[in-house]
């Protein structure tokens, strides 16, 4: 089944402490993408990858890392989390980058 | 920057009846226009995806249209049913591989 599938579904964690979220697609997708969603201000894009090695800033890079190694992960990595990094993450595929795109199941992350 | 406005944010209405969802966008030179299903709780669903040499996408009960002169796109739904209760998200992409959300519109179906 095409999928994007996103790990961990949910995460608590406390301030400072290094996480990863991990992102895979199972499409052959050139095109990843991590969003963040926030009551009040809608899904708002982090960072996105064209392909294999370029990654570049969405509107709120600001906290997060991001590598692509490999065509088909695209790991979120939040090197020292704070309270205002909790939100619901999204990442999400496309062949390459102007069609349809595929959404994960998201990631609900509490920092304290 | 791209704005991207929806209206209404939410929606109540009887089953059985047509509505129309809207979006707006500031910047006319966009690259497609897609609609998205959120379930609470749930990721996003494509619903449908209009470039912007077309004027509109149909899939079963659901039409959508895209003025891009006017900066603006409905999504049709007929026929409503409880099952379409979810939010719609609207999604512009402009230049780059950037993909600017609308806040969406809350629908809710009534038996």
């Known amino acids: 089944e095409a999928q994007v599938t996103q790990n961990p579904r949910y995460l608590i964690t406390v301030t400072g402490k290094k996480l990863t979220v991990t992102c895979s697609q199972n499409?052959?997708?050139?095109?990843m993408s991590w969003y963040r969603q926030d009551p009040g201000l809608g899904l708002r894009q982090i960072y996105y990858?064209?392909?294999?090695?370029?990654?570049d800033k969405g509107d709120v890079p600001e906290g997060y890392k991001v590598s692509r190694k490999e065509k088909r992960n695209f790991p979120l990595i939040l090197e020292s989390p704070s309270p205002n990094q909790t939100s619901l993450y999204f990442c999400?595929?496309?062949?390459?980058?102007?069609?349809?795109?595929?959404f994960g199941p998201g990631t609900r992350l509490l920092v304290l | 920057k791209q704005e991207v406005t929806q209206i209404p944010a939410a929606l109540s209405v009887p089953e059985g009846e047509n509505l129309v969802l809207n979006c707006s966008f500031t910047?006319?030179?966009?690259?497609?226009l897609q609609w998205f299903r959120q379930d609470p709780g749930k990721g996003l669903t494509s619903l449908l995806l209009?470039?912007?040499?077309?004027r509109e996408q149909t899939s079963g009960r659901l039409n959508a249209s895209l003025d891009k002169s006017s900066g603006r796109s409905t999504l049709y739904i007929a026929a409503s049913q409880p099952g379409d209760s979810a939010t719609y998200l609207c999604?512009?992409?402009?230049?780059?591989?950037?993909?600017?959300f609308g806040k969406g519109t809350s629908l809710l179906v009534t038996p």
């Open positions: 999604a512009v992409k402009s230049s780059g591989y950037a993909l600017n």
């Open positions: 209009i470039q912007s040499s077309q």
């Open positions: 990858s064209m392909n294999v090695e370029v990654t």
């Open positions: 910047d006319s030179a966009i690259y497609n």
């Open positions: 499409m052959n997708h050139e095109y």
């Open positions: 999400a595929s496309s062949l390459t980058g102007g069609e349809t795109q595929y």
